[in-house]
């Protein structure tokens, strides 16, 4: 069950991505990816933001204009500027509910991906062996363990290898993670300045 092995190991590296990465933060970066394509809802985000850019300018003008000496002049643009905040607040409004019912979607699709799929996985194949364990490198309960709950012995469960995946790239992605942190902490310590003796520290010798 070669396939069975990497589909397993695949599912979790995904969820410990997403843990990692934030599911805010890719759920973010979906959307704006998603708004960079011809849909309607990025037809509205590029009116929202000429809707923006519009208030903001007749905003400045009703700042720079004096309600007593230019009065008519004022209140025009005081009435442009309040159909205009109007016309932006509903496009909020609308762009909002767009963005909540994307999240609800990418959320329920990562989720189906993920956690679902591991779920799926250990129910459709809980008595389907994983990978055979060589004859007699390890006792009875050993191997007991190791079969738990439902395939025979002599072979991993997959409930077993999906703990194992877990477990072993939670390890090394915290290992990775601490070089890292060390190989960018050492080149800031690297691209500090040397500080230059001054003139008195060779007076004093």
């Not at 989720?111 to 250990?122: C, V, Y």
């Amino acid at each position: 069950m070669l396939s069975l092995i990497f589909m397993v190991l695949f599912v979790h590296i995904a969820i410990y991505l997403v843990n990692t990465i934030g599911a805010s933060t890719i759920d973010s970066l979906l959307w704006l990816l998603y708004l960079k394509l011809p849909t309607s809802t990025s037809q509205n985000a590029r009116e929202q933001q000429r809707m923006k850019r519009e208030v903001l300018q007749l905003k400045r003008e009703m700042n720079n204009t004096s309600s007593q000496d230019e009065f008519a002049k004022w209140a025009k643009l005081r009435r442009r500027h309040d159909k205009s905040m109007e016309e932006y607040e509903a496009m909020n409004k609308l762009i909002s509910s767009q963005k909540t019912s994307f999240d609800w979607s990418v959320k329920t699709a990562r989720w189906l991906s993920t956690n679902g799929l591991k779920i799926f996985l250990q129910f459709w194949y809980s008595k389907t062996p994983v990978f055979a364990l060589p004859a007699g490198w390890f006792p009875y309960y050993v191997e007991w363990i190791l079969s738990f709950p439902r395939v025979p012995l002599g072979y991993v469960s997959i409930q077993v290898w999906s703990n194992v995946c877990a477990t072993a790239i939670g390890v090394v992605g915290d290992i990775l993670g601490a070089c890292l942190v060390c190989v960018l902490g050492s080149g800031a310590q690297a691209s500090e300045p040397v500080p230059v003796p001054t003139g008195e520290g060779k007076k004093a010798q």
